[in-house]
């Protein structure tokens, strides 16, 4: 529930002031008091594989963090593997991972409400994204913001894709 406060500086005496705007410069500067609650409450999901969750740990994100209805996924770097130059097989791996994950979580690609992509080169990568996109995203469509970066961590990726989606409220049974 937010916190609203009302101060009237006229009417508070000086010394009652000055405790108020302590409170509230308190209220205000405490950095992610609400969020690392929310986030705590949360389900957090960790990778499955024992050296990408290693990445994590030491970096400190997860795959995804499921708060109340929302799912929010950590950005899927795609990369191509030594020698290959196929884009369209990159990102069927990305997105099957993206699928992956989003399962773990209670939902599927139906689910998913917005799409942000970092691409390397934009104008070289869309045809191959919206080529494999279409395989696993129907109508009707989530937002998607595709955005061109100068370069990715790692360095070998050519794509990052953030999702974020809603979970399905759990089906009710009649009696």
């Known amino acids: 529930m937010p916190v609203r406060l009302r101060l009237e500086a006229a009417a508070l005496p000086m010394q009652r002031r000055a405790v108020g705007l302590a409170l509230l410069g308190a209220l205000l500067l405490t950095p992610g008091a ?10 957090v999901l960790m990778s499955e594989n024992e050296g990408a969750r290693r990445g994590q740990e030491e970096w400190g994100y997860s795959d995804a963090v499921v708060a ?5 996924l950590s ?44 691409h390397t080169d934009v104008t070289t990568q869309m045809e191959a994204i919206v080529s494999v996109h279409r395989r696993y995203v129907t109508a009707p469509f989530p937002a998607w913001t595709a955005i061109d970066v100068d370069r990715l961590i790692p360095d070998r990726g050519i ?8 979970r399905p409220a759990p089906a009710t049974t009649a009696n």
Not at 36 to 42: L, M, P, S, Y
Not at 87 to 116: K, N, P, Q
């Open 34 to 43: 609400a969020a690392g609650q929310a986030r705590r409450q949360a389900t």
């Open 68 to 72: 109340g209805d929302s799912i929010y």
């Open 75 to 118: 950005g899927i770097v795609v990369g191509l593997r030594e020698g290959e130059t196929d884009l369209a097989a990159a990102y069927d791996r990305a997105y099957r991972h993206i699928g992956e994950i989003l399962r773990r979580a209670g939902a599927s690609w139906d689910d998913v409400v917005d799409i942000t992509s970092y």
């Open 159 to 166: 794509t990052e894709i953030k999702i974020v989606a809603r």
